[in-house]
């Protein structure tokens, strides 16, 4: 079994580096195995393409990916940045600041970090590059930024890892919501530090009238997450069902509320919506008879034999670190279908509470969003800016150092992704 373990990880770390899509590297690294072990029967890779596509909570994906193409369709990115203006604009380094602050509110409607990459970046990049920022450091400060929508609930990875666990969803969204805010005040502080030695400038202070006004243009958008969170964590629907109400809320919102979209917009939207939706959802189904293989072949046992003798308190940032490293090179979700079953075996030996688990590692992927050579936020990013991506990773440490060390409190402060769940579960029948 050794023998197929080493030759299944092999081929498929050659066809990465060849520069194979890394969903079709893991399918051709699988059909590989079938043709060198008699024991595996080929209607096998049918069965488990299938199966791990099949479910329920996965149907929330491409729900919420075509939620987010309405917003950004319905011009709903502008009234947030309206609202952000009117709280922290007129601060020194004040469209970076709007940046951040977008992004913390996008990540509670959209649950995608790329999305927010695109929506936020496509319309404040060319601003703060027009107002005098260096150019790398507006593409780092959009990029980091964005790691904010895979935290902040609702979150498109933690619903994945939700399905592919079994821990409760609903609890890994309120888990996310103290770091997700603790990154995003910290980012903050980076922004406001960078602006005061670069001397960047303020933006207009504007007038209450204003600022009252561009709050209730961003009051209907703001609903998204009070009725998705909200209904998860009270009970009322799973995330599927609050992906399916967030896309009807989104709809009401830019066709007879904002008025910017029409009918006719609609079948491009869903167009856009499935060739988004697809790119994912097909990664995580070759994922799934790649991870099919790895537990045929008792390749976690083989690591947890390896692993034995880790003292418990090391188990989670050895983990961790694992994360990090494979985020690096990997997108999160075929990482999860792929090391989830390594490392279930070693986390369940030594008592990991699940949703802390899970929290600290979804953040852990999602940093391999600003780090190259995976890096699609800090690409996407650096596209917009017109920029080489290895421009911007200067002025990406301080935000990556950042985003690390609220992982390390994490890891250190158990308590920073319990307490909520902990507090308002416990009145949910």
């Known amino acids: 079994m050794v023998f197929e373990g080493i030759l299944l990880l092999g081929v498929f770390a050659v066809l990465l580096i060849l520069r194979v899509p890394v969903a079709f590297a893991l399918l051709f690294a699988s059909i590989v195995l079938f043709f060198t072990d008699e024991r595996l029967v080929a209607w096998t890779i049918n069965q488990r393409l299938f199966f791990g596509v099949d479910s329920f909570v996965l149907l929330a994906v491409p729900l919420f990916i075509l939620t987010a193409n309405i917003m950004n369709e319905a011009g709903v990115t502008a009234r947030l940045i309206d609202f952000t203006h009117a709280i922290i604009g007129w601060v020194r380094g004040g469209l ?156 009401i919102l830019g066709l007879f509320v904002y008025r910017t979209i029409r009918i006719r917009d609609l079948p491009r939207i869903f167009r856009n919506t499935a060739e988004l939706a697809c790119l994912p959802l ?19 046992m083989m690591l947890v034999g390896i692993m034995g003798d880790l003292p418990p308190i090391l188990v989670l940032p050895f983990i961790t670190l694992c994360w990090l490293i494979i985020g690096t090179f990997l997108d999160a979700l075929p990482a999860m279908v792929l090391m989830i079953p390594f490392f279930a075996p070693l986390v369940e030996s030594v008592g990991i509470d699940p949703v802390h688990y899970g929290v600290v590692s979804v953040m852990a992927l999602a940093l391999g969003l600003v780090t190259p050579p995976y890096g699609l936020c800090l690409l996407l990013a650096s596209m917009i800016a017109k920029i080489p991506v290895l421009a911007g990773i200067r002025a990406l440490m301080p935000f990556f150092f950042g985003i690390l060390a609220v992982i390390l409190l994490c890891i250190v402060f158990p308590q920073l992704t319990l307490w909520l769940p902990e507090q308002l579960l416990q009145f949910i029948p």
């Not at 609930?153 to 079994?166: D, E, K, Y």
């Not at 790649?290 to 045929?296: A, K």
């Open 96 to 251: 970076g600041m709007i940046n951040v602050g977008v992004s913390m509110i996008f990540a509670g409607v959209s649950g995608s970090s790329t999305a927010d990459t695109a929506a936020v970046g496509g319309v404040l990049i060319p601003q703060m590059v027009q107002r005098g920022y260096d150019r790398g450091f507006t593409t780092a400060v959009t990029a980091a930024s964005s790691v904010i929508g895979t935290i902040i609930p609702p979150s498109i990875q933690m619903i994945i890892w939700g399905s592919l666990t079994n821990t409760s969803i609903a609890a890994m969204f309120l888990g996310g919501i103290i770091p997700g805010i603790i990154i995003g005040f910290g980012q903050l502080g980076i922004v406001y530090t960078v602006a005061r030695r670069e001397n960047y400038p303020k933006e207009e202070m504007i007038s209450p009238m204003q600022a009252a006004r561009a709050t209730v243009g961003s009051l209907p958008a703001l609903g998204v997450p009070v009725v998705v969170i909200g209904g998860i964590v009270l009970g009322i629907v799973t995330a599927t069902e609050a992906a399916v109400l967030s896309v009807l809320y989104s709809l």
């Open 282 to 300: 097909f990664a995580l189904a070759a994922a799934s008879v790649f991870g099919y293989l790895l537990s045929y072949f008792r390749l976690p």
